[in-house]
């Protein structure tokens, strides 16, 4: 069982390009969620969906653009990379929202 | 604004003895929270939770105290080991108000000394 599993683990990226971090989960579960991590900020929502075809906006959302189209997957996309965009990024995953979330190990970003 | 606020950001602890974490919240519709470890490389995986219709929540060496008047919980591991070494993060949800989103502290490095 594979759980969460967040491609892929490294990325640098220049200023202005765009990129996808993947995501997906085995666990047939509804609600998925993604955080950035940063030094002394903790981890921050940016967007979630509580089912295929259903997202919305969590605390920091600006520059990053997100779809459901299949209960698995829950792709993050940069639309113009910012050096205040180099993060961790997680994934997450859950029955439904009032249950516990299962994380993916991260994708570390760096932008130039 | 942090509504959900982890004051210090490491502790160290000798082995065998107890770790106290706290964490301070500010949204009184909170009503679920959960803690959360951290090694380094890793994802987040889940500890312990408490729902605000309870005080304390036991599970094994670790428990979970909420003050709802103070809003404040904390996460006690009782003995310390060193395997307990990682940052260890509070997250809160209002389960009530359907709005589907978890806010998590800033997190706190526990360092259990052998």
């Known amino acids: 069982n594979a759980g969460v599993t967040q491609t892929p683990k490294f990325q640098v990226l220049k200023t202005g390009q765009s990129m996808t971090l993947q995501c997906a989960q085995d666990?047939?579960?509804?609600?998925m969620s993604w955080y950035r991590q940063d030094p002394g900020m903790g981890l921050r929502l940016i967007h979630y969906?509580?089912?295929?075809?259903?997202?919305d906006q969590g605390e920091v959302p600006n520059g990053y653009n997100v779809s459901r189209s299949t209960t698995e997957d829950f792709p993050l996309r940069l639309l113009s990379a910012a050096p205040s965009q180099t993060s961790v990024y997680f994934c997450?995953?859950?029955?439904?929202?009032?249950?516990?979330?299962?994380f993916g190990a991260g994708t570390r970003l760096s932008v130039l | 604004d942090q509504q959900v606020k982890q004051n210090s950001p490491s502790l160290s602890v000798q082995e065998g003895r107890i770790s106290i974490l706290n964490c301070d919240y500010t949204?009184?519709?909170?009503?679920?929270f959960l803690w959360y470890k951290k090694y380094p490389a890793e994802g987040p995986t889940f500890l312990i939770s408490?729902?605000?219709?309870?005080d304390k929540n036991e599970d094994g060496r670790f428990t979970v105290f909420l003050n709802k008047s103070a809003k404040h919980l904390s996460l006690h591991i009782v003995p310390s080991q060193p395997g307990d070494s990682a940052v260890y993060f509070c997250?809160?949800?209002?389960?009530?108000?359907?709005?589907?989103?978890?806010?998590f502290g800033t997190g706190t490095r526990l360092k259990v000394l052998a």
């Open positions: 997450a995953s859950s029955y439904d929202y009032r249950n516990i979330q299962y």
């Open positions: 666990m047939n579960h509804e609600y």
């Open positions: 969906s509580v089912g295929a075809g259903i997202t």
């Open positions: 949204n009184s519709m909170f009503d679920y």
């Open positions: 408490i729902s605000s219709i309870k």
């Open positions: 997250a809160a949800s209002s389960r009530t108000s359907g709005t589907y989103k978890y806010i």
